[in-house]
């Protein structure tokens, strides 16, 4: 509470006490918060112009920490005046106890002086509580105000802008889908492309996080600043109640304009465009389940084929040692029989290394097989999930950049009478 005559004050120092606690914690968090990282720099960036004043000098962070120290300040001269009250009542009754007893002239005097001296105090105290009281008003009025006003524009000319571009994002999405079906077969997936998709999804948690962060952090910031200017603009009688009919007419407005500013806020769905993001990293997290899951298939292709590569050159070695053997003396090497489908030649000795080179070579081609359907799957599955997943994510994010820049154009019209 930053604005109340002396005799409020004389009544009502317990609840202005409490007040100006609540006061410096909501402009603690205020200044603490508005002086922290920027929560997605990249994609929502407001322009940091806006929240200097004319000429560059005063920042809308600066002007809640000088705030801050008024306020401080202001506690301790209310605690000092009602510290000299307290003794003033003492003096008081001390006085009244003295004459009714009839005590010492001298007593009586030393007593009527102290308390002269006390009502000195006090009203030093009081006119120091007045000028500060004063001097924090001035400063909402004439940086705090204009300050937030600014704000309020750039924060709406950003999200005008991140409508413009979503609304582009997702015309180029549409665009796109024919162009990408026109190629009938992929390629396999590589590490790069797995390394790719995961980069993918780290990036749009990390989008989806900060977009949750950066709503959070201007609602928490206009619910703080509500909540101080509801306690500043709030004048208490004597009998500390509410009485708004000494409020002037700009402070009214000034409040007006926060409160809606801070309904705005509350109204905005951000829980389509939220869960759209997050539908969207479990899209691009199954295209990388799918994609490992071609890589191990492809790891088993692999690996089959090698064994069959090392199996067909043994064969080839054994055979040439063999018929070289035969050849040696002078005798004809055994032929394999007609049938090579089921068996060989019982006589033929390296008839069931020829087996087992057949059985591996049905198992290359099993496992070529399985790689090439997943391949197919795994494309299918990646063109489907994203052709179907980014145009609902640009279109929520299109919708609710839309809804946001239009309830914040609603409350800069409203700034206009703060200027």
Same mark, same amino acid.
């Given at each position: 509470?930053?604005?109340v005559s002396?005799?409020h004050?004389d009544?009502?120092?317990?609840? *202005?006490?409490k007040?100006l #606690?609540h006061?410096?914690?909501?402009?603690?968090?205020?200044?603490?918060?508005?002086?922290? @990282?920027p929560? *997605?720099?990249? @994609? #929502?960036?407001?322009?940091?112009?806006?929240?200097?004043?004319?000429g560059?000098?005063?920042?809308?962070c600066?002007?809640?920490?000088? &705030?801050l120290?008024?306020e401080?300040?202001l #506690?301790?001269?209310?605690k000092?005046?009602e510290?000299q009250?307290?003794?003033h009542?003492?003096?008081?009754s001390? %006085?009244?106890s003295?004459?009714?007893k009839?005590?010492d002239?001298?007593?009586?005097?030393?007593?009527k002086?102290s308390i002269?001296?006390?009502?000195?105090?006090?009203?030093?105290t009081?006119?120091?509580?007045?000028t500060t009281s004063?001097?924090i008003?001035g *400063?909402r009025d004439?940086d705090?105000v204009?300050q937030?006003?600014e704000?309020?524009?750039?924060?709406?000319y950003?999200?005008?802008?991140m409508?413009?571009? !979503?609304?582009? =994002?997702?015309?180029?999405?549409?665009?796109v889908?024919?162009?990408v079906? =026109?190629?009938? @077969?992929?390629h396999?997936?590589?590490?790069?492309?797995? =390394?790719?998709?995961r980069?993918?999804?780290?990036a749009v948690?990390?989008? !989806?996080?900060s977009f949750?962060? &950066?709503?959070?952090i201007?609602r928490d910031?206009?619910?703080s600043?509500?909540?101080?200017? /509801?306690l500043?603009?709030?004048?208490?009688?004597?009998?500390?109640?509410?009485?708004?009919? $000494?409020?002037?007419?700009e402070?009214s407005?000034v409040f007006s304009?926060?409160d809606?500013?801070? %309904?705005?806020?509350?109204?905005?769905?951000?829980?389509v465009a939220s869960e759209?993001? @997050?539908?969207?990293i479990?899209?691009?997290?199954?295209?990388?389940?799918?994609?490992s899951?071609? *890589?191990?298939?492809?790891?088993?292709t692999?690996?089959?084929?090698?064994? +069959?590569?090392?199996?067909?050159?043994?064969?080839?070695s054994?055979?040439?040692?063999?018929?070289?053997s035969?050849?040696?003396?002078g005798?004809t090497p055994?032929?394999?029989?007609p049938?090579?489908?089921?068996?060989?030649?019982?006589g033929d000795p390296?008839?069931? /290394?020829?087996?087992? +080179?057949?059985?591996?070579?049905?198992r290359?081609?099993?496992?070529?097989?399985?790689?090439? /359907?997943?391949v197919?799957v795994?494309?299918?599955m990646t063109? $489907?999930?994203?052709?179907t997943?980014?145009?609902?994510?640009? =279109?929520?994010?299109?919708?609710?950049?839309?809804?946001?820049?239009?309830?914040?154009?609603?409350v800069c019209s409203?700034?206009y009478? +703060?200027?």
């Open positions: 509470m930053l604005e002396r005799a004050l009544r009502s120092f317990k609840q *202005l006490r007040t #606690y006061s410096n914690s909501i402009l603690s968090n205020l200044s603490s918060s508005w002086t922290s @990282k929560p *997605l720099v990249v @994609k #929502y960036r407001l322009d940091a112009g806006s929240l200097d004043g004319p560059g000098s005063k920042s809308l600066s002007t809640l920490e000088r &705030l120290a008024w401080k300040k #506690y301790q001269e209310v000092a005046r510290g009250k307290i003794k009542e003492k003096k008081l001390a %006085l009244q003295q004459e009714c009839g005590g002239e001298a007593k009586l005097d030393k007593t002086a002269t001296r006390l009502q000195s105090l006090i009203v030093v009081s006119q120091a509580v007045s004063a001097a008003n *400063l004439s705090l204009p937030l006003v704000l309020c524009h750039g924060i709406m950003m999200w005008k802008s409508h413009q571009y !979503h609304e582009i =994002q997702s015309n180029i999405v549409q665009q889908r024919g162009l079906n =026109q190629s009938s @077969k992929g396999s997936t590589s590490e790069l492309h797995k =390394q790719a998709t980069d993918l999804e780290s948690s990390a989008w !989806h996080s949750c962060r &950066l709503i959070k201007q910031f206009i619910l600043l509500h909540g101080w200017l /509801k500043n603009l709030t004048p208490v009688n004597n009998d500390n109640i509410i009485n708004n009919n $000494n409020s002037s007419s402070p407005d304009f926060c809606e500013w801070k %309904l705005a806020l509350d109204r905005v769905p951000d829980t759209a993001i @997050k539908s969207f479990n899209v691009v997290h199954v295209i990388s389940v799918k994609q899951e071609e *890589l191990k298939i492809k790891k088993r692999d690996t089959a084929s090698q064994e +069959l590569e090392k199996k067909s050159s043994s064969l080839r054994i055979e040439r040692k063999f018929y070289n035969y050849s040696m003396v005798i055994p032929e394999s029989g049938d090579n489908g089921h068996g060989l030649d019982a390296l008839a069931e /290394k020829k087996l087992e +080179l057949a059985a591996c070579q049905r290359v081609a099993d496992e070529m097989v399985r790689h090439s /359907k997943a197919e795994t494309r299918a063109l $489907n999930n994203l052709q997943g980014l145009p609902g994510v640009f =279109q929520a994010l299109t919708s609710f950049s839309s809804l946001f820049t239009e309830a914040l154009e609603s409203r700034s009478a +703060l200027k």
